[in-house]
């Protein structure tokens, strides 16, 4: 089965702790994203891969790094996490035009 | 960049009914329409698409149809039902480089039965 999977799927954290969320998918797509999703602002992109070792910045980047050393793992990390990265995360794989959405990571910052 | 402007932001229809949400985008070089249903604390799924050599898409109650001059999208939901409420988005995408979707703000669909 098509899956792509994200772990944590929720997560309370502090100001300043370091975090990662972890994203998997096994259809072996190149292309990986991640996505923020706020209300009445819908979803925006934060980085995005389209291959191995190739990573770059969507519309809303500050404050996250990724990384991408093999085709199925697209960790995201908040080196610092600030009350405003509260937010609901999606990972994102596309096979050709439509995007396949992981679950989810609700994430609070306090 | 690609903007996408969606109306209304929220809709209440009587079941049966039909639901219009409509949306806009700038880059005349968008050439892939998704509309995304979101369900409350679930992923974004994909119901439809079209892309810009098409201008109608059919599947059962839902719809969707483009005008490229106008630069304008809408779905079109016939005989809706409660099962119907959720978020539904629309996205644009060149479909090259990036490969991103852009999203429209959402709308709020709710079916009363």
């Known amino acids: 089965e098509a899956q792509v999977t994200q772990n944590p799927r929720y997560l309370i954290t502090v100001t300043g702790k370091k975090l990662t969320v972890t994203c998997s998918q096994n259809?072996?797509?190149?292309?990986m994203s991640w996505y923020r999703q706020d209300p009445g602002l819908g979803l925006r992109q934060i980085y995005y891969?389209?291959?191995?070792?190739?990573?770059d910045k969507g519309d809303v980047p500050e404050g996250y790094k990724v990384s991408r050393k093999e085709k199925r793992n697209f960790p995201l990390i908040l080196e610092s996490p600030s009350p405003n990265q509260t937010s609901l995360y999606f990972c994102?794989?596309?096979?050709?035009?439509?995007?396949?959405f992981g679950p989810g990571t609700r994430l609070t910052v306090t | 960049g690609e903007n996408v402007e969606q109306h209304p932001s929220t809709l209440s229809v009587q079941e049966g009914d039909s639901a219009v949400i409509k949306c806009t985008y700038s880059?005349?070089?968008?050439?892939?329409f998704p509309w995304y249903k979101q369900e409350l604390g679930k992923r974004p799924q994909l119901i439809i698409d079209?892309?810009?050599?098409?201008g109608e898409k059919k599947d059962q109650r839902i719809a969707v149809t483009l005008n490229k001059t106008a630069k304008h999208f809408s779905l079109h939901i016939t005989e809706t039902q409660p099962e119907d409420s959720a978020v539904y988005f629309c996205?644009?995408?060149?479909?090259?480089?990036?490969?991103?979707?852009?999203f429209g703000s959402g709308t709020r669909l709710q079916v009363q039965p």
């Open positions: 079209i892309r810009s050599n098409v």
């Open positions: 994102a794989t596309v096979s050709f035009y439509e995007q396949y």
């Open positions: 891969s389209m291959n191995v070792e190739v990573t």
């Open positions: 880059d005349s070089a968008s050439n892939y």
């Open positions: 996205a644009a995408s060149m479909g090259t480089g990036r490969r991103a979707l852009t």
């Open positions: 259809m072996n797509h190149e292309y």
